[in-house]
């Protein structure tokens, strides 16, 4: 008997990618792991995956079990900064928010990721991650520096405007982002961050930067799968319960990951079916 509750038909398989999580307190003492809305349906409706929850366990996942498994891997934004020991800087200012347990998740997972050959994409804190994994360093405060523009979203606008203004990108032609989204007009991307690349890590290569020369895209030089990272936030278009209007940008960003993505899945199924051969 058929009910509204039955299978839909049968899909063709779709990617399996990794959100990473951030790590919380709720009112109560119960510590909690979480990510957007905004970011799940990034990756189930931009990417076509199937979203899974990366938890900040530290040492408590497998990283490289979980890799073998995964088709992709988005790393989310945060207000959380990492900490500044990861970079060999000096401490932060008291008050500055914090996660240890996801910098003890997502360090070594972009490490385990790249090696097994996992698709990425950075997003903000994601996208400082990747710089600081792989040996590069950040401003933890990019206004006080007196180089850049304001690279801090407005938190008296209303959200909307925060997250579809900013500032525009030049693209760095020939690049992987080139290859994604080839257009003359000018590139608006948002901006919601205090920190930002001082020193990038050896092997990334530039794909965008703003009008103040910060580093704004990278890709990871000779990675055997898409591994880019973006310091605004393509997420937005999937952004739930706003008229958020329409970002083609974004939407080829989250394209390309998928695509990926689901080449590795088509790899890996074809590697299981031929061991069960
Ligand atoms: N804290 C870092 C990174 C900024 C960032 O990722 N913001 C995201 C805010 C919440 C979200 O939209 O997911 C910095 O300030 O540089």
Redesign the pocket.
């Known amino acids: 008997m058929v009910t509204q509750h039955s299978p839909r038909a049968v899909e063709a398989p779709r990617p399996l990618i990794g959100i990473s999580a951030c790590s919380q307190h709720t009112e109560g003492e119960h510590p909690i792991f979480t990510f ?1 809305e ?2 799940t349906r990034a990756v189930s409706e931009g990417a076509q995956g199937i979203a899974v929850a990366i938890p900040a366990l530290g040492n408590g996942v497998p990283l490289d079990q979980l890799v073998q498994r995964l088709d992709g891997i988005l790393l ?6 990492i900490e500044p020991h990861h970079y060999r800087d000096a401490g932060s200012e008291p008050g500055t ?1 914090h996660d240890p347990k996801r910098d003890a998740t997502t360090l070594p997972l972009i490490w385990a990721a790249v090696a097994a050959g996992v698709p990425i994409l950075g ?4 996208f ?1 991650e990747m710089n600081v994994a792989l040996g590069g360093t950040l401003y933890q405060k990019l206004h006080t520096t007196g180089r850049f523009q304001e690279h ?1 979203e407005n938190k008296n606008a209303p959200l909307a405007e925060r997250y579809s203004h900013g500032h525009t990108i030049r693209i760095i032609p020939g690049g992987s982002l080139a290859r994604i989204w080839d257009r003359p007009e000018p590139v608006y991307v948002n901006s ?5 690349i001082r020193a990038l890590a050896p092997g990334l290569q530039v794909e965008a930067v703003a009008e103040d020369g910060l580093v704004e895209a990278f890709s990871l030089t000779g990675a055997p799968a898409f591994t880019l990272a973006v310091q605004w ?1 393509p997420e937005w278009q999937w952004h739930p319960g706003h008229a958020v209007g329409e970002f083609p940008f974004y939407r080829a960003l989250l394209g390309a990951f998928g695509k990926a993505c689901a080449i590795r899945q088509r790899a890996r199924d074809r590697a299981r079916g031929a061991v069960g051969a």
């Open positions: 957007g905004k970011y989310t934004g945060s207000p959380s900064n928010a997003i903000c804190r994601g400082q801090r919601l961050h205090e920190q930002g936030h």
